[in-house]
């Protein structure tokens, strides 16, 4: 059964530094999606991408984040100067065929991000 | 409160016995879905329930929704200590983002 991944499964940081998160969406979805989930909270939405755009983006999603499809497989998120408060699961989430969105986004097994 | 609300907040039963897990939401929404958690792990999708449905069966999995009381809850029959995890509640409204909410603990004692 397809499956979203993501890379790397744990990533530890200075504050300051910049990372990037990967994911591979499910082949032929459309519409792509990072959330993250601070340690013992609720799972935050951060952004959609869609047709090579964001569609949509929370409070949160500020000009430190990028989100990026650099080519047919991967979907990024790029934090640049990385903060403690940044410490969180992040996860990858896709849905959609060429019809239309679909009603039931696939996360990916998340990558826990700590930031020292 | 937000969106999406669970209660309980933990639920520990022993195995065999029913858990039911309760959801409240605020807006108006598409549909509402469950996903599970294994403790530090990513989000599985359990079940789907749209806007005009009021039940729906998956397994030993029993989902309700009330719009006119922005409610929903999940029931598990028979569970089994491999259902232990945290149940979080999702909700689908006019743009693509799902909003969660505050999830329940379930513990299953073998």
């Known amino acids: 059964e397809p499956e979203v991944t993501q890379t790397p499964s744990h990533q530890v940081t200075q504050m300051g530094q910049e990372v990037i998160l990967r994911c591979v969406p499910i082949s032929n979805h459309l519409y792509f999606y990072w959330y993250r989930q601070i340690l013992g909270q609720k799972v935050e939405f951060l952004v959609s991408f869609y047709n090579n755009e964001i569609s949509e983006k929370s409070e949160i999603f500020d000009d430190q984040f990028s989100v990026e499809r650099p080519d047919g497989s991967n979907f990024t998120l790029k934090i640049r100067s990385t903060k403690l408060e940044d410490s969180a699961m992040y996860f990858c989430?896709?849905?959609?065929?060429?019809?239309?969105?679909?009603?039931?986004?696939?996360f990916g097994p998340g990558t826990r991000l700590l930031v020292l | 409160s937000q969106q999406g609300e669970e209660d309980p907040q933990a639920l520990s039963i022993q195995e065999g016995e029913n858990a039911t897990m309760n959801c409240s939401y605020k807006?108006?929404?598409?549909?509402l879905q469950w996903y599970r958690q294994n403790s530090g792990r990513g989000l599985v999708h359990l079940i789907l329930i749209r806007s005009n449905e009021r039940e729906k069966h998956s397994g030993r999995l029993r989902v309700t929704l009330d719009t006119s009381k922005k409610s929903s809850s999940l029931l598990i029959t028979a569970s089994r200590a491999a259902d232990t995890a945290s149940y979080f509640c999702?909700?689908?409204?006019?743009?693509?983002?799902?909003?969660f909410g505050t999830g329940t603990r379930l513990q299953v004692f073998p």
């Open positions: 807006t108006s929404i598409n549909n």
């Open positions: 989430a896709s849905d959609g065929l060429a019809g239309g969105r679909g009603e039931t986004q696939y």
């Open positions: 999702a909700t689908d409204a006019i743009t693509d983002k799902l909003i």
